[in-house]
Every structure is written in structure tokens, then in C-alpha cells.
């Protein structure tokens, strides 16, 4: 592991502030100013305070209170300058308690003071939406994992805008919506055009439904649908005129989950047609030139193929899309020292050159090698070392406790993992690994869960709130209103324990995860069975959870439990159809007995028939023989009579007689 090395306080010695006046020195220079100085004892009594403490506050032993500042600059006629230094200490002193460094967490709008670094990328995406103003389209910021696109939307684009950055007449009060696509797209995006125009669910819904026409309608400031006319003694819309250029605009961050958590290809193309309905230039109903939205989206870089492969949305990556490298070396500057002279926080010199040391910045040779995913890791690094300050200063000597650069997030997530007690500590992996996705090409990243269905999922949700608060008190976790996700994705890489339950896990987080989708999925569908698991997928997921049985909450098991009874239910059935066969099958070979016993009995009386009538054949034949040969006897007979009658005569001839 890579450690930092302290440096000599030579280098990098510019970095310490002048630090302003104490209060007391100011009221000193004010009191003896000339021309017309006033003396201690003239003060304490012409504001009504004792010498002896007028006297302290000056050498700084006593502060400068509100109201004895107050009271000095009526009598020295300041102006208020001593009550504006006391606020202006007081809030110095507050914004010293408060870490302008999130950590692994993303800069918000409310951040924007802190950040710092990505001007140039700020200024280019306000000028590319510049065009969009006129000519329409999707405006697509592209940026490898820890770049801080996410930072760049909410705290660069979202407070540009609201500071009128747009070249547009009122756009400072157009409504800007930021949200994530999460499992349900078109949904998340109803709900930011009901937040945006401040218009019914229902009208949102039908205007969706109905296509371009309608939103354009909708989002222009008809708040009725063209199948909606208004009646003819209707007075005219108010509003049209305020809001004929008013356009609503939509940040959709982390886009990417689009393709890795919305489960179906159907809510995709919808989600899509509407994006593009709602950014092509329009031209109708009487609005002017342009989209009837402007929309930007924040997405991955490793699934740039993915927006590609979408016809829809790839003619829009070409001339909108914005890509988003590393921070230079003056930017990376810039992010570290900002925020602390902010904030009136004070780097003690050669803390930065060690951070853009170990961030991969060499300052002799001025070579470059720090890839995305250290803005993170720097991050984190600087929020840790913002923990082991020394009064306002922050030192080379606390950055080397938390472990720098590359060690700051292991030593964060090791330290809330073995504080925690043995049964939280041991539904930690169950916790994080819910919040991990694996895409269908096995690479990990993180995912929004729900917090209740993250509880439902465990057998003690006591412990998962356990788990949640102590990870997200170290910046590890971050917790909405009602979602929880992991606050970056560089935890994956850069805590080992984490990374050997991914690895170690991964079929079976697979499957956990495939089997915790379906279970929401036939919940939220009123448990229909027709979503239940069958054969192999079932056996799989019963393995699985018989490994893991920690892992199986209410929802996965009552899933499981009507999977395995719909599979016993189905072999009742089976073996009931299995006997009806056999029985019809014993009936078949009894018939077919019977069959072939009638054919060979019939065939034998046949034959027996044949055979009787053959012999009949043969005596008639022998009958016929019989009557011949009696017939020539006879003949004969009758010759030798006719010859014993006649024995001198000539023999005569004679016909027989015809019988």
C-alpha cells in the first residue's frame, strides 16, 4: 500500500492564509485612529464598560461580544463595522465545524460553495443546454466511474442555473427537477414533472400517454390536454404569458440504471419516447421555437455501447454529449484548497503536494497518472484528515493517520464494521451486498434499495438499522428519505472485505439478487402465481438460500415457500395425470387383449369354416367319382346283359339309355 511520506514545510509554503485581525486588535486600530483618538478610559465610559475588560478584549484575553461591539461602534461611529466582524467570526467559526468535504458522498446544490475544480466542465454544460435552447435534443454527460459527474449535475449544473446562468429571460426560476431512473423509469419521471409543474398525478399520466402533443402542451403552461379544449366563455390562461418561455429542467443522474435495474424492455422504449418527446423542438400550439423541456442525462461511461445501441437515444450522443475526464492538476489544486479557504480552514504547507503526490500527480516531472477513480479516494482522504485536525488546520501528520490516499476508505469502513456489535456485525455482508448489482457481465456496482424492503429481506431488521446508521455516520452509506445506496462505487475496490464478499459470493449474489427482484416484483403484482419460480430456477434459489439462510426476509421466503408449494402442487398433479395414464394404459392392453383374443378366435372359426368347407369340397368331389364310377358299372352291367341275351349275334351297338 502506497503511504504517504510527510514533506519538509518548504514546499508548498504559500498555501497558510493570512489569518484576519482578532476582534479586540480591530477595536484597538479603530479607537487610536487618527485624527481624533480615544483613550481607554474614554471608551469604558462612554460605552459603559470597565476599563479592565475593554483592556482584556483588546489583548484578545476576553472575546468581543455582539453587544459590547455594538456599544464601541456608537461611541467610535464605525458603521457597524465591529458587530459585522463578530457575525462574521461567528459564522467563520461555524463554518469551521461543518466539513466542506463530503467524502465519498456527492456535492449537492446546498454543496455548491464547497465545490470546486470543475468550472470549465460547468460553463460547457450550461453552453451546450444554451443550444438546446433553440435547437432541442438530449444533452448526455458521459464520465467513467468517480469523475464526479454526479457533483458536476447537482452542485456545478444545478446551482449555475440557479444563479441565471442560462441566456434566457427568467430561467433563474425555471424548475429543475434531478432524479435517478431507478426500476420503474417512467414513473421517476411523472413524479419530476409533477414536482416541476406543480400539476395532478393524473394530468402528468395522461399527457404521457398522449405523446408530444400533449406534453408540449402540458409543459408549456396549458395545463389541459388537446382531447381537453377549454369552453368558448373561458377566460384566457392566465398564465400563458408568464410562462410562454418557461421551460421545466430534468437532470436524470446515474442514467445507467436504466439498463441495470429496470427489469423490462417495454418501460425502456417508454421511458425513452418520452425523454425524446420531450426534447425534440416544438413548434406547436402556438409556443415558440425549441424543446418543450430541457433534459440531461448523466451516465456511465462503460455503458456509452448502451445508450448507443438504442436508435432513439444514439442520435442524440453524437452533438450532445459531453464527455468528463479526470480533474487536471490545477483543478485537483483547486478542489483541495477551496473548500478549506472557504471555510477559513487553514492546510498546513506540503499537505497538498502530498495529496497530488499520492493522487498520482508528480510535481517534478509535472507526468499525470491519476485515473477517475482517485477524486474519491481524495475526497475521502480529505474528509478523514478534516476528522484528525488540529484546531482549524488541517496537517500532514492527521492526513498519515487515516492511511492517505489509498487506505483512508478501508480504515472508514473497518472501523465502523469492528465497532459495530457481533449481530450487527454479522448482517453486514447481507446489508451491502443488497445495495451490490451485478450486470450481465459480472461487473459489480452499486444499486438504490428501498430502506423497509432492505429489512423485510433480513431476519433481524434491528441489526440492518444498526448496520445502516453506523455506515452512513461514516459516510460509507447514503440515506435518503426512503432509499439507501452505497455512497460511492470506489468502496467496492478500495475495502478489501468488501471486494472478498463480492468475489467470493458472486454466483450466489447472483442468484440472491435474481431472487429478491422476482420476490418484489410477485409482490408489488398482488402475488400472482403465474411470477413464481419453477423447476431449475426454484432448485437453484432453494440451494442458495439454504446456504445463506440469513439472507431470506419475509418477502423472499413467503416467494420461496409459494414457489415450492406451487411445485408440489403441480407434482400432485403430475402423478395424478401419471396414474390416469397407467390406468388408461392397463384399460388399453386389457382391450387390446381382448381385441387380439376375439381376432385370433374369429381367425381360428375361420379357418375351422375354411377347413369344413374344404372337406365338403372334397367329398363332393369324391361323390362325383363314386356316381361315375357307378354309372360306367351299370353300363357295363347292361352290356353283359345284352350279351348273355344275344351271345350269337353280331355285336350291336347301344346307346345307353338316358337316365
Given at each position: 500500500?502506497?503511504?504517504?511520506?510527510?514533506?519538509?514545510?518548504?514546499?508548498?509554503?504559500?498555501?497558510?492564509?493570512?489569518?484576519?485581525?482578532?476582534?479586540?486588535?480591530?477595536?484597538?486600530?479603530?479607537?487610536?485612529?487618527?485624527?481624533?483618538?480615544?483613550?481607554?478610559?474614554?471608551?469604558?465610559?462612554?460605552?459603559?464598560?470597565?476599563?479592565?475588560?475593554?483592556?482584556?478584549?483588546?489583548?484578545?484575553?476576553?472575546?468581543?461580544?455582539?453587544?459590547?461591539?455594538?456599544?464601541?461602534?456608537?461611541?467610535?461611529?464605525?458603521?457597524?463595522?465591529?458587530?459585522?466582524?463578530?457575525?462574521?467570526?461567528?459564522?467563520?467559526?461555524?463554518?469551521?465545524?461543518?466539513?466542506?468535504?463530503?467524502?465519498?458522498?456527492?456535492?449537492?446544490?446546498?454543496?455548491?460553495?464547497?465545490?470546486?475544480?470543475?468550472?470549465?466542465?460547468?460553463?460547457?454544460?450550461?453552453?451546450?443546454?444554451?443550444?438546446?435552447?433553440?435547437?432541442?435534443?438530449?444533452?448526455?454527460?458521459?464520465?467513467?466511474?468517480?469523475?464526479?459527474?454526479?457533483?458536476?449535475?447537482?452542485?456545478?449544473?444545478?446551482?449555475?442555473?440557479?444563479?441565471?446562468?442560462?441566456?434566457?429571460?427568467?430561467?433563474?426560476?425555471?424548475?429543475?427537477?434531478?432524479?435517478?431512473?431507478?426500476?420503474?423509469?417512467?414513473?421517476?419521471?411523472?413524479?419530476?414533472?409533477?414536482?416541476?409543474?406543480?400539476?395532478?398525478?393524473?394530468?402528468?399520466?395522461?399527457?404521457?400517454?398522449?405523446?408530444?402533443?400533449?406534453?408540449?402542451?402540458?409543459?408549456?403552461?396549458?395545463?389541459?390536454?388537446?382531447?381537453?379544449?377549454?369552453?368558448?366563455?373561458?377566460?384566457?390562461?392566465?398564465?400563458?404569458?408568464?410562462?410562454?418561455?418557461?421551460?421545466?429542467?430534468?437532470?436524470?443522474?446515474?442514467?445507467?440504471?436504466?439498463?441495470?435495474?429496470?427489469?423490462?424492455?417495454?418501460?425502456?422504449?417508454?421511458?425513452?419516447?418520452?425523454?425524446?418527446?420531450?426534447?425534440?423542438?416544438?413548434?406547436?400550439?402556438?409556443?415558440?421555437?425549441?424543446?418543450?423541456?430541457?433534459?440531461?442525462?448523466?451516465?456511465?461511461?462503460?455503458?456509452?455501447?448502451?445508450?448507443?445501441?438504442?436508435?432513439?437515444?444514439?442520435?442524440?450522443?453524437?452533438?450532445?454529449?459531453?464527455?468528463?475526464?479526470?480533474?487536471?492538476?490545477?483543478?485537483?489544486?483547486?478542489?483541495?484548497?477551496?473548500?478549506?479557504?472557504?471555510?477559513?480552514?487553514?492546510?498546513?504547507?506540503?499537505?497538498?503536494?502530498?495529496?497530488?503526490?499520492?493522487?498520482?500527480?508528480?510535481?517534478?516531472?509535472?507526468?499525470?497518472?491519476?485515473?477517475?477513480?482517485?477524486?474519491?479516494?481524495?475526497?475521502?482522504?480529505?474528509?478523514?484528515?478534516?476528522?484528525?485536525?488540529?484546531?482549524?488546520?488541517?496537517?500532514?501528520?492527521?492526513?498519515?493517520?487515516?492511511?492517505?490516499?489509498?487506505?483512508?476508505?478501508?480504515?472508514?469502513?473497518?472501523?465502523?464494521?469492528?465497532?459495530?456489535?457481533?449481530?450487527?456485525?454479522?448482517?453486514?455482508?447481507?446489508?451491502?451486498?443488497?445495495?451490490?448489482?451485478?450486470?450481465?457481465?459480472?461487473?459489480?456496482?452499486?444499486?438504490?434499495?428501498?430502506?423497509?424492503?432492505?429489512?423485510?429481506?433480513?431476519?433481524?431488521?434491528?441489526?440492518?438499522?444498526?448496520?445502516?446508521?453506523?455506515?452512513?455516520?461514516?459516510?460509507?452509506?447514503?440515506?435518503?428519505?426512503?432509499?439507501?445506496?452505497?455512497?460511492?462505487?470506489?468502496?467496492?475496490?478500495?475495502?478489501?472485505?468488501?471486494?472478498?464478499?463480492?468475489?467470493?459470493?458472486?454466483?450466489?449474489?447472483?442468484?440472491?439478487?435474481?431472487?429478491?427482484?422476482?420476490?418484489?416484483?410477485?409482490?408489488?403484482?398482488?402475488?400472482?402465481?403465474?411470477?413464481?419460480?419453477?423447476?431449475?430456477?426454484?432448485?437453484?434459489?432453494?440451494?442458495?438460500?439454504?446456504?445463506?439462510?440469513?439472507?431470506?426476509?419475509?418477502?423472499?421466503?413467503?416467494?420461496?415457500?409459494?414457489?415450492?408449494?406451487?411445485?408440489?402442487?403441480?407434482?400432485?398433479?403430475?402423478?395424478?395425470?401419471?396414474?390416469?395414464?397407467?390406468?388408461?394404459?392397463?384399460?388399453?392392453?386389457?382391450?387390446?387383449?381382448?381385441?387380439?383374443?376375439?381376432l385370433a378366435f374369429a381367425y381360428t372359426k375361420s379357418a375351422e369354416a375354411l377347413q369344413k368347407q374344404a372337406q365338403v369340397m372334397d367329398m363332393k368331389a369324391r361323390?362325383?367319382?363314386?356316381?361315375?364310377?357307378?354309372?360306367?358299372?351299370?353300363?357295363?352291367?347292361?352290356?353283359?346283359?345284352?350279351?348273355?341275351?344275344?351271345?350269337?349275334?353280331?355285336?350291336?351297338?347301344?346307346?345307353?339309355?338316358?337316365?
Open positions: 500500500m502506497n503511504q504517504p511520506v510527510p514533506v519538509p514545510p518548504d514546499l508548498g509554503g504559500t498555501e497558510r492564509p493570512r489569518p484576519p485581525a482578532p476582534p479586540g486588535h480591530r477595536l484597538r486600530e479603530l479607537r487610536t485612529r487618527q485624527p481624533s483618538p480615544l483613550s481607554l478610559d474614554g471608551l469604558a465610559e462612554q460605552a459603559g464598560y470597565t476599563k479592565g475588560y475593554l483592556s482584556k478584549i483588546e489583548s484578545g484575553e476576553k472575546p468581543l461580544t455582539a453587544e459590547v461591539a455594538r456599544a464601541c461602534d456608537r461611541v467610535l461611529h464605525t458603521g457597524g463595522v465591529l458587530t459585522r466582524l463578530v457575525h462574521d467570526a461567528a459564522a467563520a467559526a461555524s463554518a469551521a465545524d461543518r466539513c466542506p468535504y463530503p467524502g465519498l458522498a456527492t456535492f449537492e446544490a446546498a454543496d455548491a460553495a464547497w465545490f470546486f475544480g470543475r468550472e470549465r466542465a460547468t460553463a460547457s454544460l450550461v453552453s451546450r443546454l444554451a443550444v438546446t435552447l433553440q435547437e432541442g435534443g438530449l444533452t448526455v454527460v458521459v464520465a467513467p466511474s468517480g469523475a464526479g459527474k454526479s457533483s458536476l449535475l447537482r452542485a456545478g449544473l444545478v446551482a449555475a442555473l440557479g444563479r441565471g446562468a442560462l441566456p434566457a429571460a427568467g430561467s433563474r426560476r425555471w424548475p429543475v427537477q434531478v432524479f435517478t431512473p431507478g426500476q420503474r423509469p417512467l414513473e421517476a419521471l411523472s413524479t419530476a414533472l409533477q414536482h416541476a409543474l406543480g400539476v395532478p398525478e393524473d394530468l402528468v399520466r395522461d399527457a404521457l400517454q398522449h405523446g408530444d402533443h400533449a406534453l408540449d402542451a402540458l409543459l408549456r403552461g396549458r395545463h389541459r390536454l388537446p382531447s381537453q379544449p377549454a369552453a368558448p366563455d373561458a377566460p384566457k390562461d392566465v398564465h400563458d404569458e408568464k410562462t410562454a418561455g418557461r421551460r421545466p429542467i430534468l437532470i436524470i443522474d446515474q442514467f445507467e440504471e436504466l439498463f441495470t435495474q429496470c427489469p423490462h424492455e417495454g418501460d425502456r422504449e417508454e421511458f425513452l419516447a418520452a425523454l425524446h418527446a420531450l426534447a425534440a423542438p416544438a413548434r406547436r400550439h402556438g409556443g415558440g421555437p425549441g424543446p418543450s423541456a430541457l433534459v440531461v442525462l448523466g451516465v456511465r461511461a462503460d455503458y456509452y455501447g448502451h445508450c448507443l445501441s438504442c436508435p432513439g437515444l444514439a442520435a442524440h450522443m453524437g452533438a450532445g454529449h459531453l464527455p468528463l475526464g479526470p480533474l487536471s492538476q490545477d483543478e485537483l489544486r483547486s478542489a483541495i484548497t477551496g473548500p478549506a479557504r472557504r471555510s477559513g480552514l487553514v492546510l498546513q504547507p506540503g499537505l497538498t503536494d502530498v495529496l497530488l503526490r499520492d493522487v498520482g500527480i508528480h510535481r517534478a516531472s509535472g507526468v499525470i497518472d491519476c485515473g477517475a477513480e482517485a477524486l474519491p479516494l481524495l475526497a475521502h482522504a480529505l474528509r478523514a484528515t478534516w476528522q484528525q485536525r488540529t484546531d482549524n488546520t488541517l496537517t500532514v501528520d492527521g492526513y498519515t493517520q487515516t492511511g492517505g490516499i489509498h487506505g483512508a476508505i478501508e480504515a472508514s469502513a473497518e472501523r465502523a464494521y469492528r465497532c459495530l456489535p457481533p449481530a450487527a456485525a454479522h448482517t453486514v455482508p447481507h446489508v451491502l451486498l443488497h445495495l451490490v448489482h451485478l450486470d450481465h457481465e459480472g461487473r459489480a456496482t452499486r444499486r438504490r434499495v428501498p430502506v423497509h424492503p432492505l429489512t423485510d429481506h433480513s431476519p433481524d431488521p434491528a441489526a440492518v438499522r444498526t448496520v445502516t446508521d453506523a455506515f452512513t455516520r461514516a459516510r460509507l452509506l447514503t440515506v435518503d428519505t426512503d432509499q439507501v445506496t452505497i455512497a460511492h462505487e470506489a468502496l467496492l475496490t478500495a475495502w478489501p472485505r468488501l471486494g472478498q464478499w463480492i468475489t467470493g459470493d458472486r454466483d450466489d449474489l447472483r442468484i440472491r439478487q435474481q431472487l429478491t427482484d422476482a420476490a418484489d416484483t410477485w409482490n408489488q403484482a398482488d402475488r400472482t402465481p403465474d411470477l413464481l419460480y419453477r423447476g431449475t430456477r426454484l432448485a437453484l434459489a432453494a440451494d442458495c438460500i439454504d446456504r445463506h439462510p440469513e439472507t431470506a426476509g419475509a418477502t423472499v421466503t413467503d416467494f420461496l415457500n409459494a414457489s415450492q408449494d406451487l411445485a408440489e402442487q403441480e407434482q400432485r398433479r403430475e402423478r395424478r395425470s401419471v396414474r390416469r395414464l397407467r390406468l388408461a394404459v392397463a384399460a388399453l392392453s386389457v382391450l387390446f387383449v381382448i381385441t387380439v383374443t376375439t361323390y362325383a367319382d363314386q356316381a361315375a364310377q357307378l354309372q360306367e358299372a351299370r353300363f357295363a352291367a347292361q352290356l353283359a346283359a345284352d350279351r348273355r341275351k344275344n351271345p350269337a349275334g353280331p355285336a350291336a351297338t347301344h346307346e345307353p339309355a338316358d337316365e
